[in-house]
């Protein structure tokens, strides 16, 4: 029988390191991906954390597009969409103008994804876990389930283009002793992972492609 997977995506994390540099890749098929990423485990769920972008904005199409995204995920039984919200804080010019400004937060993105990591542990729901993030405030959620889930085995899948690997760390789990399998994500599978350009809701509706991802 196989082993059963989860997998946890860091959406702005692997958004940041990898989408915005291939905009092509952005309608990816998450559940593809990952089965083809692990073909002899049965992966039962893939859990995407983000946040809707330009939340202050009557409309964006940045947002439109992202909704859409999101609807045409929603589709295959095996996604779920967990979402956190962008909070505004005011920050201060550091430089000559001294000026105030606003930008915005991710918030609950990785309070969700280490809810979740801890949750199905404690219930069993999986027997390997696979998060793809970059991010160290992950930390703290991994290190529990390796003291208290010793049989559970994790992997961290760092998401980076080739030119910025050397820049991270794939020692971080071992030196502080965590039986952590930690390597880069691989690439080579995702422009393969497309979802197709129409995809239809259970509304009935049709969730396009956009074309600045064509």
């Known amino acids: 029988m196989s082993e059963r997977a989860i997998v946890y995506v860091d959406g702005y994390n692997w958004y940041h390191s990898i989408f915005k540099h291939y905009p092509a890749w952005k309608w990816l098929n998450q559940p593809a991906f990952f089965a083809a990423l692990r073909p002899h485990e049965d992966v039962i769920s893939i859990k995407l954390f983000s946040s809707f972008i330009d939340p202050d904005k009557p409309t964006s199409d940045a947002r439109e597009r992202q909704e859409r995204y999101f609807s045409a995920l929603r589709t295959i039984p095996r996604m779920k969409i967990i979402l956190g919200a962008f909070q505004p804080r005011q920050v201060h010019c550091r430089g000559t103008c001294k000026e105030q400004y606003t930008i915005a937060d991710e918030k609950k993105t990785d309070v969700n994804l280490a809810v979740e990591i801890i949750s199905d542990a404690v219930s069993g729901a999986c027997s390997r876990m696979y998060i793809v993030s970059g991010d160290c405030d992950i930390q703290p959620a991994v290190e529990w389930v390796c003291a208290n889930k ?37 690439l080579d599978g995702i422009k393969n992972h497309q979802l197709p350009n129409c995809v239809k809701l259970p509304d009935g509706k049709l969730a396009i492609r956009p074309h600045l991802w064509a």
């Open 150 to 186: 010793s049989d559970l085995k994790i992997t961290v899948y760092i998401p980076a283009l080739p030119d910025e690997q050397a820049k991270r760390r794939l020692d971080y789990y071992r030196t502080k002793g965590l039986k952590v399998e930690c390597k880069f994500l691989p």
